[in-house]
């Protein structure tokens, strides 16, 4: 599943080719695909003609786009605070946000159409060849400057965001009983890190997934978020993590960034610090991937 680098990525593709755009029309391919919006596709579809898209934002692993009112009379404006709505996205294990084209033929998996009243000649296609993904609207959060939808209200920030409160993160860690991965991947706690990104920044901290997290102190706590920021940002870098075709950018590139992984998918190889074998354990219906020299396990563990 994309992560926050694969989605920041995305986000960023689209500030830059949509964000501002009138929208003509919306076809929905897949009811599945607006499944999280209640009312349905032919009411996603209508509330959505005539409106026009604001600058693309990023929660974790959430896009929304923020959509002026109808008509637009004021092309800057994105709506009121009070009554807003935004397009939310999910892009699940492969949706897939792309800009193509008008006159390009349709993807195998296209479940999504936007179309623009301008003359650019491209168009917005949301494909997701699983559909765990989808397309929803959802009211602001009252009063939020960037129209936060109040669906996704309760997700925590990610370590990216300024406005990241690195105190009451650490509070929260020696709060709960928990290990120190599963705090990584609470949503509630911090948005945006998976699988990949945990372990890789696990390893940077020389830390194992199961370290008890009320044992940690806030010297080390700050220290796992800078390796956490640090391995986003070198995943930005290269255009994010493609382990196959289904994750690409707006422009349907692929990342790069598995080429650079320390931890995540490295089994039996040696780990760049001290050669021992890297191991993998099989974790919550995942894989944690580990050097059992530089991260050992605790004692309570074995």
Not at 86 to 94: D, F, P, R, V
Not at 137 to 152: K, N, Q, T
Not at 213 to 233: C, I, K, N, Y
Not at 286 to 298: A, D, F, G, L
Request: glycine share 8%; with cysteine; proline share 8%.
């Amino acid at each position: 599943m994309p992560e926050l680098p694969e989605v920041e990525v995305v986000r960023r593709g689209l500030e830059r080719w949509i964000s501002g755009r009138a929208i003509a029309s919306a076809e929905v391919r897949h009811p599945r695909a607006v499944r999280r919006h209640a009312p349905g596709p032919a009411d996603f579809a209508a509330r959505l003609e005539g409106r026009r898209f604001g600058t693309a934002r990023r929660r974790g692993k959430y896009l929304w786009l923020p959509l002026g009112p109808v008509p637009a009379e004021d092309p800057g404006n994105p709506g009121d605070p009070a009554t807003g709505v935004s397009l939310l996205a999910h892009l699940g294990m492969s949706g897939q946000m792309l800009v193509k084209p008008a006159w390009s033929a349709d993807e195998r998996h296209l479940r999504v159409r936007f179309a623009f009243a301008d003359e650019l000649g491209t168009e917005l296609r949301f494909v997701d060849q699983r559909t765990f993904g989808g397309l929803s609207l959802h009211p602001w959060v009252p009063g939020d400057p960037h129209g936060l939808p109040d669906a996704i209200a309760h997700i925590a920030r990610d370590p990216l965001d300024p406005a990241f409160d690195e105190v009451a993160f650490h509070a929260a860690l020696r709060r709960r009983r928990t290990t120190v991965k599963r705090a990584l991947l609470d949503q509630s706690l911090i948005s945006g890190v998976g699988n990949i990104y945990a372990d890789e920044a696990l390893w940077r901290a020389r830390l194992h997934y199961d370290r008890p997290t009320a044992g940690l102190t806030r010297h080390r706590s700050t220290e796992l978020l800078g390796h956490v920021r640090d391995v986003m940002h070198a995943a930005l870098d290269a255009g994010g993590t493609s382990f196959d075709s289904l994750y690409v950018n707006v422009n349907g590139e692929s990342g790069y960034f598995d080429r650079s992984l320390d931890a995540y998918g490295r089994e039996d190889r040696p780990c760049r610090r001290c050669s021992t074998p890297m191991r993998r354990r099989p974790w919550m219906n995942r894989s944690s991937y580990y050097c059992p020299r530089c991260q050992r396990p605790p004692r309570t563990t074995g």
